[in-house]
T-cell receptor
């Protein structure tokens, strides 16, 4: 089945220790997104890639970076995690941007704990 | 202007009851999506709407794209315990490709 896969599902890191979250997709979608979701809140878009074109949201902290080495994979790097970065991180994909192409399919998420 | 107001914030209902939730905005939207999120999982797409007035069903779920293009509702008929979760609306504004998410409706179904 075509899907969005996130690894690991649970990640524990220490305050200030860099961490990388991984997302892969078998949908062959052009767009990959990273969202941050805190408890009982709506997902908050951090950035997205349209193919190799990186698009950062204006209010995304510099502490958050992303890489997309190929169509299938996208990584979220948190350079110096703070306690406030503890959250669920969701990866999503869509065929494109706009109209029906904008339907976003989410992975199961990675729950990040910062000690 | 392009914020989504989703209500109610939470609902506690008895199994078998019908449920209705909605999303509104002061701006016009081109697309409305409804997602369900189970605890510890990612949101799953339930229904997608693309035309004003469109009414679409997915099993016991029915959603409509408001005629003014500023609102959408989701109905769940004859609720069952596995309907428990958080339901999010998401919309694409007419002048922007970004999706906006509502704050979610937390549904609890008592057997």
């Amino acid at each position: 089945d075509a899907m969005v896969i996130q690894n690991p599902r649970y990640q524990v890191t220490q305050f200030g220790k860099p961490v990388t979250l991984s997302c892969s997709q078998t949908l062959n979608h052009n767009v990959m997104y990273w969202y941050q979701q805190k408890s009982s809140q709506a997902p908050k878009l951090l950035f997205h890639y349209y193919d190799k074109d990186f698009n950062n949201e204006a209010d995304t902290p510099d502490n958050f970076q992303s890489r997309r080495p190929n169509t299938s994979f996208c990584f979220l790097d948190i350079r110096s995690p703070g306690l406030g970065d503890a959250a669920m991180y969701l990866c999503a994909t869509s065929k494109g941007r706009g109209g029906r192409y904008n339907e976003q399919f989410f992975g199961p998420g990675t729950r990040l704990t910062v000690l | 202007g392009q914020q989504l107001n989703q209500s109610p914030q939470s609902m506690f209902i008895q199994e078998g009851e019908d449920v209705s939730m909605n999303c509104t905005s002061s701006s016009i939207f081109n697309t409305w999506l409804w997602y369900k999120q189970d605890p510890g999982e990612g949101p799953v797409l339930l229904i997608a709407l693309y035309k004003a007035g469109e009414l679409t069903s997915n099993g016991r779920l029915t959603a409509q794209f408001g005629i003014t293009r500023k609102d959408s509702f989701l109905n769940i008929s004859a609720s069952i315990p596995s309907d428990v979760g958080i339901y999010f609306c998401a919309g694409q504004p007419y002048n922007n490709n970004d999706m906006r998410f509502g704050a979610g409706t937390r549904l609890t179904v008592k057997p």
